[in-house]
């Protein structure tokens, strides 16, 4: 643990102004961001006796090394500011609100040129209106069942709509009058966008402009006898009746609000929201959280709010118009500042005193209370499991703190061949999916290691030298983005924060507490080995043996032995098994994409399609081989350079010579056809 007077700070060096700080751990990982209206006063009450700070505030000092800040212009900023610091580096001594549950909205995709209705779940999409979130998505269901029949907008797939625009007939929502099928022209994009429009004005709370239009068409199409008209839009109307009494109304002023509602204890807190549109529910919300920094209710208010209404996708009509809470925020008016600047207009943010609305939030109040309960039941005893399993691989491995986070290798290969090998992330005693890694295993020679001892040894040593290369950067460099895809040495990675320099993930930076093979003896030697050379002295490692799941240490004769009911063991098992997965799930795609590769494949200007339909000609490759150029240009899309390049390709050494000689000669003296043109570039 470090010292703060270490890394405090010359006095005078803060400023006196408002703005957000960064604590950073000795490998260079934010874990606490936090704002002040004064910097110089707030960051000074970290730096105090260590014993006079709160529990919770004394851990992050002691394992912070460094702190950082920036200077903003007003305290809005700052708690924007806040906010998007969290959300990127994702600090562990912040709290995070989590859903208690996974929650299914309705969306609808305004987007795109045809927006189409369907039910989501997960993180928001930029230019989506959401309503909800709902408790059930039948219940979601049923609701655009009976709108369609009034907003036929499109609720069908793209490959649906795509299919059905080539064959010129829609699909049977069409022909049941539940969608206006513009895949096949019945309305332009315009008027099905205007419908989509008027989807979204209703689900809004806009339920009395269409009921009294549709009143008055019932009323004129009666007028001129055309009573069948009038009996279709009797139904309507009652339809939109039917969908309106399915959420039942709480406040009979038409009120537009979210109702909060917290409960919770010295260690963890219960959320839970009402989304009020127009007076009735429109949808339920929760969230737990663990209270990893030192907080009081108004501290927690605030951070809910900034996670609720500053999420990525939150357009100004999520924000209501009042925000009822059970404490106001510290700093309350710059939340109403900050709130009133998302939708465009004023925000209140109040705790409801007398009232409908009182009683509104009391109920709230109750589920808040009933969710931790049920949050307290089925988390005590995975909490419970997870801290004991990691103090039994303390005390077996004699470990000098809790392997907080754990790295388990393993090798997947088919008979020496697709050599494949994955990294998985254990943080807590649980995955974190973020940073598991692929390793392409290349041996000295780029064609696979001898054996699996060899292929560990590559794999540990690759790892541990790019920790090693970005540790020595991790100084001054910030994290940024995700990203997904593949470096120069193989190694796929996932998502996490981007180097500005040089545009690749950094978690390679940060080191585990534990490194796990999947192997005995041989394996442990091989990764010891590797560590070895490279320097590494404070990770360490063991094997976990599949036969009798006995643990292996370097330069042990015999295994330590964890009984079979172990929390200890069943971690290892787990932690091993996942990388086993990972490693065999990679393997297996290599090998397809292997076994399915072509002669065909690298061939200039020969693209699947033509792939496709030489070989529909020719029935196979046998065949193709023996056919001339003549033949082979004669097939729809085939030029005669192509035709060349596929004989010179195709053909055995002396033979390929003289279809290159042809091929050049065709370059040279004959104009080329577009057909032949390769991917990316016109033919002239």
């Keep these: ?50 014993a006079g700070l709160h ?49 299914p909205y309705l969306a609808v995709t305004l987007a795109e040129e045809y927006p189409r209705v369907q039910v989501m779940r997960g993180a928001k999409r930029p230019g989506t209106r959401y309503f909800g979130p709902y408790a059930h998505a039948w219940a979601i269901r049923e609701t655009v069942d009976l709108l369609l029949r009034v907003f036929p907008v499109r609720t069908c797939s793209a490959g649906v ?83 309106t009494e399915r959420n039942a109304v709480v406040l009979a002023d038409g009120t537009d609000a979210d109702v909060f509602g917290l409960a919770g204890d010295e260690l963890e807190a219960a959320v839970q929201v009402f989304h009020v549109r127009d007076g009735r529910i429109r949808g339920q919300r929760g969230w737990v959280v663990e209270k990893v920094e030192d907080l009081d209710d108004a501290d927690l208010v605030e951070h809910l709010l900034q996670q609720v209404y500053g999420a990525d996708g939150t357009d100004a009509g999520a924000v209501p118009r009042e925000v009822l809470v059970p404490v106001l925020p510290h700093d309350v008016e ?163 924060p981007i180097d500005e320099t040089t545009g690749r993930p950094r978690r390679f930076a940060y080191p585990p507490n534990l490194v796990v093979v999947d192997g005995g003896p041989p394996q442990v030697a091989a990764a010891a080995a590797a560590l070895e050379e490279l320097g590494i002295t404070d990770v360490a490692l063991c094997g976990l043996a599949k036969r009798l799941e006995e643990v292996w240490v370097p330069g042990d004769d015999y295994p330590v032995i964890l009984q079979r009911s172990s929390e200890g063991l069943y971690l290892l098992q787990r932690v091993r098994d996942e990388a086993h997965r990972f490693a065999i799930t990679a393997h297996r795609k290599r090998r ?48 005669q350079r192509t035709a060349l390049a596929v004989v010179a390709a195709l053909a055995g050494p002396t033979d390929a010579a003289q279809a290159a000689d042809a091929a050049a000669e065709v370059d040279a003296d004959a104009p080329a056809s577009p057909t032949d043109a390769p991917a990316g570039m016109l033919a002239p």
């Design 161 to 243: 709509f795509k299919r059905a625009s080539q064959q010129g007939r829609p699909c049977l929502l069409g022909y049941i009058d539940k969608c206006s099928a513009p895949c096949v022209g019945r309305v332009t994009a315009d008027e099905h966008h205007q419908l989509a429009q008027d989807f979204c004005d209703f689900m809004a709370g806009d339920a009395t402009r269409f009921t009294r239009r549709l009143t008055q068409r019932m009323k004129d199409a009666a007028a001129e006898l055309d009573y069948e008209q009038a009996a279709r839009l009797r139904d309507d109307i009652a339809t939109l009746q039917r969908a």
């Design 334 to 496: 710059q939340v109403q500042s900050w709130l009133s600047g998302l939708r465009g207009s004023r925000v209140q943010v109040r705790v409801p005193q007398r009232g409908d609305k009182r009683e509104l939030a009391a109920t709230v109040l109750k589920n808040a209370e009933h969710a931790l309960v049920l949050h307290r039941t089925r988390r005590a005893g995975d909490l419970t499991s997870r801290s004991q399993a990691l103090q039994e691989i303390q005390e077996a491995l004699a470990l000098p703190t809790a392997p907080l986070r754990i790295e388990c290798y393993d090798v997947s290969h088919n008979q020496g061949t697709f050599q494949s090998a994955s990294m998985v992330v254990f943080e807590d005693g649980l995955a974190r999916k973020s940073e598991y890694r692929l390793f392409s295993v290349r041996g000295p020679k780029g064609e696979g290691a001898a054996d699996d001892t060899a292929a560990m040894h590559e794999v540990i040593t690759r790892r541990f030298k790019r920790y090693l290369a970005e540790r020595a950067e991790a100084g001054d460099l910030e994290l940024g983005d995700g990203a997904e895809g593949e470096d120069e040495d193989g190694v796929r990675y996932a998502s996490g």
């Design 592 to 639: 397809s994409k292997g076994m399915t590769a072509s002669v065909l494949d690298d061939i200039p200007g020969l693209g699947p399609a033509r792939q496709q339909a030489l070989l529909r000609h020719f029935g196979s490759v046998k065949r193709l081989r023996a056919a001339t150029a003549e033949e082979i240009a004669t097939v729809p899309g085939m030029g």
């Design 55 to 103: 529990p919770r505030t004394q851990q992050m000092v002691t394992t912070a090394s460094s702190v950082q800040w920036t200077v903003v212009g007003t305290e809005v900023e700052a708690l924007a500011l806040e906010y998007s610091w969290i959300k990127e580096f994702d600090p562990r001594f912040n709290v995070k609100y989590r859903d208690d549950k996974s929650y």
């Design 1 to 50: 643990m470090a010292d703060p007077a270490t890394y405090r700070p010359a006095p005078g060096e803060i400023p006196d102004a408002p703005g957000v700080y960064r604590f950073r751990d000795r490998d260079g990982r934010v874990i606490y961001v936090g704002k002040a209206k004064s910097l110089r006063s707030r960051l000074n009450s970290y730096f105090q006796d260590v």
